[in-house]
C-alpha cells in the first residue's frame, strides 16, 4: 500500500492529470447550472491535453530541431514533438466543442429564462 | 487515378460545404440542388471506389507523401469501401428527403444547415477511411460537433437534448483520446497497421488494457450502447425531422465500426487480456444492449422515442454478431448493420412524413396515417417485416448469419438473446399497428394535400432498399466474405 503511493508520487504529473480529470468530472456530474457544466467539461478535456504533453517530456531535452546535422541523432536530447502537435489540434476541437456548447447554452437561455437544470426539467413538463 | 479515389470522396462533401456559405450568399436556394448533387456525384465515387476495391485490392492513401508511420495513412479496404456506398446513398437520401421538411423559420441560415450536414458526411466518411488512431478522434469530433449544432437547429427541447448530447459526447470523446493517448505512451506510433506489428511484445502492459478499455468506454458512448445510451432517444426525437433519418442511420452505426476496426484490424481478436476475452465481453455487453433497448421501446408511446430505442437494440444485436470471432458471426454483423441502417433511416423517414403530413407524434394518433395514406401504412409494414426479421428482409438474413455465427462458436446466450429481442421487437411493432388499425382513433382530421414527390421517393427507395438486401443477401454476404474480414479471422 505505502509502495503504491510511493510510486505514484515518483510520477506528480500522473496524479496531477488524475486530480484535473475527477474534478472536471464531479463538477459534470454535481452542478445543475450548464455553464458550470461546462467549466467541468472543459477540465476534463483539459486534463487529458495535460497527460499528453506530460508524457512527451524528458528531462534536459530541447526543441526537436536537429543541433548537429553531421553526428547521429540522440533521441534523448529532443522532446518528442508529436504530442504536442497533437495536443494543439485536441486544443482546436475543443474550443469548437466548448463554442457550440455555449451557443446552445445562450439560446436555452433565451428560450426557458434559465440556466438551471432542475429549472428547465420543471418547464419541460 | 483510382488510387485518389478516397480523397476526392472526403473532399467532394467538404469542399461542398465550406464553399457553400460564399456560393449560396445571394440565392439561397442553391443550397439544396448543390448537396442533392454533390452527394449524388459521391455515391457515384463512392461504388467506383468499391469496384475498384473489390478488383485490385485495398487502397492505402498516404497523404503528402509522408509515409508510415510518420504520416496520416487512409485505408479503403473492403470494409470502409461497402460502408462507404451505404454512407453516400442514406447521405443523399436524407438530404433529398431534408428538401421538403426543412425548418421553416431558418430564413437565410438554412443554407448553414445544407453546409453542417455535408460537413457530417465528410466527417463520417473520415472516420470510415481512417487508418490512424488520432485522425479517428479528430473525425470523430467534427461529425458530433456537426451533430450536435444540427439537432439544436430544431429549438424547443431539441436545445436541451443536444447540450446533453454535447457533455456527454465530449467526454466520450475524453476518453477515447485519452486511450490513444496510453496506447501511444506504450508502442510510441499511433498508425494502426504499424501498431499492429509492435502489440504482440506488449499484451502484458497494464497501460494497454487501460488504453483499450478507455477507448471502448468513449466510443460506447458515441455509439450509444447500453448502458451509455441515455443521451440518444431524447436528441432524435427532438432533432429536426429531416435530421433524425440521417443521425440514427450513420452517426451511432460508423462509431460502432471504429470500435471494430480497433478490436479486429489493431488488436488481433482472439486475444485474452488477464484472463477476459475481449469479444466475450463485447458479445454479453451487446447481449444486454438489445434485451433492454428492445424493452425500453416497448413502454414508449412517442413514436420517435420508439424507433430510437429500437435502434439502440439493434446495436446490440451488430455487436453480438461481431463478438463472436468467426467469419459467419462477422459476416452476419457487417450485414446487419446495413440492413439496420436502411431500416432507422427508413423508420425516421416515416416519422417525419407522419408528423409533417398528418402531425402525428405519439403512437395514439397513428390511426390517421391507416386511414388516409394506405402506401405509407404498407412501406411501414415492410420496415416492421425487416425490423423484427421475417424471410423476404435484409434484416431476416443478416440474424440468420448472426445466430449461425453463434450457434458456430457455441455461444448459446447470445442466440437466446438475439431471439427475444425479435420477439420484444415483434411486440413493439404490434402494438404500433394495434393503433393504425383501430378505427376509434380517427376522430381528427387533418386535411393535407398530396405527399410531396422528396418524400414518396425517400420511403419508397428504402422501403425497396430492405427487400432488394434481403433478396440479394447471398452475393452481399459473399462479398463480405471474400473482401471485408480482418486480417486472420
Redesign the interface.
Known amino acids: 500500500m505505502v509502495d503504491a503511493f510511493l510510486a505514484v508520487l515518483q510520477r506528480p504529473n500522473f496524479l496531477a492529470f488524475v486530480i484535473i480529470f475527477l474534478w472536471g ?1 464531479y463538477i ?1 456530474v454535481t452542478r445543475y447550472n ?1 455553464v458550470k ?2 467549466i467541468g ?1 472543459y477540465l ?2 483539459t486534463s ?1 491535453i495535460f ?2 504533453v506530460s ?1 512527451s517530456a524528458k528531462k534536459g531535452a530541447t526543441v526537436p530541431v536537429l543541433l548537429s546535422t553531421t553526428e547521429p541523432v540522440q533521441a534523448a536530447s529532443y522532446a518528442n514533438p ?2 504536442h502537435v ?1 495536443t494543439l ?2 486544443i482546436v ?1 475543443g474550443v ?2 466548448l463554442g ?2 455555449l ?3 445562450a ?2 437561455y433565451r ?1 426557458y429564462g434559465s440556466l438551471d437544470e432542475e429549472e ?1 426539467l420543471k418547464k ?1 413538463e | 487515378m483510382s488510387h485518389q479515389l478516397p480523397a476526392i470522396l472526403f473532399l467532394l462533401p467538404l469542399f461542398a460545404a465550406i464553399s457553400m456559405p460564399v456560393v449560396c450568399l445571394k440565392h439561397r436556394h442553391w443550397s439544396y440542388p448543390i448537396s442533392v448533387a454533390t452527394l449524388a456525384v459521391m455515391v457515384l465515387v463512392s461504388i467506383l471506389n468499391l469496384q475498384n476495391v473489390i478488383h485490385h485490392g485495398e487502397v492505402r492513401y498516404v497523404f503528402s507523401g509522408w509515409t508510415v508511420p510518420l504520416g496520416i495513412e487512409w485505408v479503403a479496404d473492403g470494409l470502409a469501401s461497402v460502408i462507404l456506398v451505404l454512407l453516400s446513398a442514406l447521405g443523399l437520401l436524407g438530404v433529398v428527403f431534408t428538401g421538403s421538411t426543412s425548418p421553416k423559420d431558418l430564413g437565410g441560415r438554412i443554407v448553414h444547415y445544407y453546409t453542417l450536414i455535408l460537413l457530417l458526411v465528410s466527417a463520417l466518411t473520415g472516420i470510415v477511411f481512417a487508418g490512424d488512431l ?1 485522425n479517428l ?2 473525425f470523430l ?2 461529425a ?2 456537426s451533430s ?2 444540427l439537432i ?1 437547429v430544431a ?3 431539441a ?2 437534448a ?2 446533453r448530447y ?2 456527454l459526447g ?2 466520450g ?2 476518453l477515447y ?2 486511450g490513444v ?1 496510453y496506447l ?2 506504450v508502442t510510441g506510433t ?1 498508425n494502426m497497421s504499424d501498431m499492429v506489428d509492435k502489440l504482440p511484445f506488449l499484451l502484458s502492459s497494464k497501460a494497454l488494457v487501460g488504453g483499450l478499455i478507455f477507448m471502448f468506454i468513449g466510443l460506447a458512448i458515441k455509439m450509444a450502447l447500453v448502458p451509455f445510451h441515455s443521451w440518444l432517444p431524447e436528441a432524435y426525437t427532438y432533432a429536426p425531422e429531416s435530421i433524425s433519418p440521417i443521425l440514427a442511420s450513420l452517426v451511432t452505426k460508423v462509431a460502432l465500426l471504429a470500435w471494430f476496426r480497433i478490436i479486429y484490424w489493431v488488436f488481433n481478436a482472439s486475444i485474452v487480456i488477464n484472463d477476459i476475452p475481449i469479444l466475450l465481453l463485447v458479445a454479453a455487453l451487446g447481449t444486454l444492449a438489445t434485451v433492454i433497448g428492445a424493452s425500453l421501446a416497448l413502454a414508449q408511446r412517442d413514436l420517435k422515442m420508439m424507433f430510437a430505442y429500437g435502434g439502440i437494440s439493434h446495436i446490440g444485436i451488430i455487436l453480438i454478431g461481431i463478438g463472436q470471432g468467426n467469419q459467419t458471426g462477422f459476416a452476419g454483423g457487417v450485414f446487419y448493420l446495413l440492413n439496420d441502417a436502411v431500416m432507422q433511416a427508413g423508420l425516421f423517414f416515416f416519422a417525419g412524413v407522419a408528423f409533417c403530413q398528418y402531425g402525428v407524434r405519439t403512437i395514439d394518433d397513428l390511426g390517421r396515417v391507416g386511414k388516409q395514406a394506405p402506401w405509407l401504412t404498407g412501406s411501414l409494414i415492410v420496415m416492421a417485416l425487416g425490423m423484427v426479421g421475417l424471410p423476404p428482409t435484409g434484416g431476416f438474413f443478416g440474424k440468420w448469419y448472426i445466430i449461425l455465427g453463434a450457434l458456430e462458436a457455441g455461444n448459446y446466450v447470445s442466440v437466446a438473446a438475439v431471439l427475444l429481442s425479435t420477439l420484444l421487437t415483434l411486440a413493439y411493432f404490434v402494438k404500433l399497428f394495434e393503433c393504425i388499425f383501430r378505427q376509434s382513433s380517427t376522430q381528427l382530421d387533418v386535411q393535407s394535400g398530396g405527399i410531396p414527390f422528396p418524400f414518396k421517393l425517400t420511403l419508397g427507395v428504402t422501403t425497396a432498399a430492405i427487400i432488394i438486401l434481403g433478396l440479394f443477401s447471398g452475393p452481399i454476404v459473399q462479398l463480405l466474405l471474400d473482401h471485408a474480414l480482418p486480417p486472420g479471422l
Do not use: D, N, W
Open positions: 468530472f459534470m450548464l457544466k461546462l467539461m476534463v478535456q487529458v497527460f499528453l508524457i508529436l504530442p497533437l489540434t485536441a476541437v469548437a466543442t457550440v456548447g451557443a446552445l447554452c439560446a436555452i428560450e428547465i419541460l | 488520432f478522434f479528430v469530433e467534427v458530433a460537433i450536435y449544432a439544436g429549438g424547443g427541447r436545445l436541451f443536444a447540450f454535447l457533455v465530449t467526454l470523446a475524453s483520446l485519452l493517448s501511444y505512451a499511433l
